[in-house]
């Protein structure tokens, strides 16, 4: 995946990658590997995948502005992706999406979105172009929008608003490690978003039968 070049319309991503991978075993998730790749790999080609031309002409899709990736150096990532850890490692994936966010904060061309997906749910990227129409058409009075699957709001599969994202993980230097989700993104004014025939999108791997019952049915 080679480095893009962000823009107004682009979409960042912060992809979290990190963990303990308890209930695999200890194993690192994002080098999981399932249908012939690493969980990772599933997600950043999906990602690539993305059309280009949407996200330039004010469309729903569209490819991300910059993408970084939130796991330890012992995750090979491909060039032109960034890298991110929170410090101290295994912090929760709120001090790892601030880790991320100030990564991006450090590189050129910031992008007025920032989307949040993560490596154990390998077609997360899939839900992308639908959560960009819906804070785009949302106005600026809507700070983002995230997958709702069922009762349960997913906060890490949403595009936000870069700004309101970056001042929700960092509010005056409050703790952020394992820090509960919901607490601190829960006080974002999102759209909640149903997937619906791409409900996949939000299936997540915590298990070795999720992994094998997945790579099974492609």
């Given at each position: ?37 690493r969980?990772?790999d599933h ?36 060039p ?11 912090g ?10 100030a990564?991006?904060?450090r ?24 959560l960009?129409?819906?804070?785009r058409?949302?106005?600026?009075a ?16 949403g ?5 309101a ?17 919901r ?11 149903d ?24």
């Open positions: 995946m080679s480095e893009r070049p962000a823009g107004p319309a682009a979409v960042d991503v912060v992809v979290l990658a990190g963990g303990t991978g308890r209930r695999l075993g200890g194993a690192r998730k994002p080098d999981v590997v399932a249908r012939g790749a969980l990772l997600v950043l080609a999906g990602l690539g995948g993305l059309a280009p031309s949407a996200s330039t002409t004010g469309g729903a899709e569209g490819p991300p502005g910059r993408v970084v990736v939130v796991a330890p150096e012992e995750v090979a990532l491909p032109g992706v960034l890298r991110a850890l929170e410090d101290p490692p295994l929760g994936p709120v001090a790892g999406l601030a880790a991320g966010l990564r991006l904060a590189a050129p061309g910031p992008s007025a979105l920032t989307g949040v997906v993560t490596c154990d749910a390998p077609e997360s990227w899939r839900a992308l172009p639908a960009i129409a819906e804070v058409q949302g106005g600026d809507r700070d983002g929008a995230c997958v709702r699957e069922a009762d349960r709001v997913q906060y890490l599969l595009v936000y608003r870069t700004v994202l970056s001042e929700c993980v960092a509010p005056g230097g409050a703790g952020l490690r394992n820090a509960p989700v607490r601190v993104l829960g006080r974002l004014a999102v759209a909640h978003v997937l619906g025939a791409l409900g996949r999108a939000a299936h997540d791997l915590d298990t070795w039968k999720e992994v094998r019952a997945w790579d099974a049915d492609g």
